[in-house]
């Protein structure tokens, strides 16, 4: 299961990872609710699901990259600037070769234990 994660950096590089995840899980809960579109409700949700699981940092390659996949899709689909969709794509594929960081859910369940003999 480790393979999934990078390492778990904590400090600066974690406290970055902290605030990309924070920055890309709250453009998916509410920016992706309130522009409209020609997504059914059901997709709507399933940016919802994907930002509060990327806030948390729980399962983060793998949110991040179904993320990714879905706002490229929504950029091929839209009818106006996909800047924006483009940029989310960049950021959560990124956040998914990254890693969730230290401060995640990911980095309690998975993270390295030690064990004191």
Do not use: Y
């Not at 393979?3 to 902290?18: D, E, I, Q, V």
């Not at 969709?85 to 990911?106: H, K, N, Y």
């Amino acid at each position: 299961m480790q393979r999934l994660f990078s390492t778990f950096p904590n400090g600066g590089p974690g406290a970055a990872l902290l605030l990309l995840r924070l920055a890309a899980g709250g453009f998916l809960i509410v920016g992706e609710v309130f522009i409209p579109g020609l997504f059914a409700p059901a997709i709507h949700g399933a940016f919802v699901l994907l930002g509060c699981t990327l806030v948390l940092g729980l399962w983060t390659p793998v949110t991040a990259t179904i993320a990714g996949v879905l706002e490229g899709l929504s950029a091929l689909s839209s009818k106006g600037d996909p800047s924006t969709q483009f940029l989310m794509m960049v950021l959560t594929i990124s956040l998914a070769l990254l890693g969730p960081g230290a401060w995640s859910l990911d980095a309690r369940v998975f993270g390295r234990k030690r064990i004191d003999i």
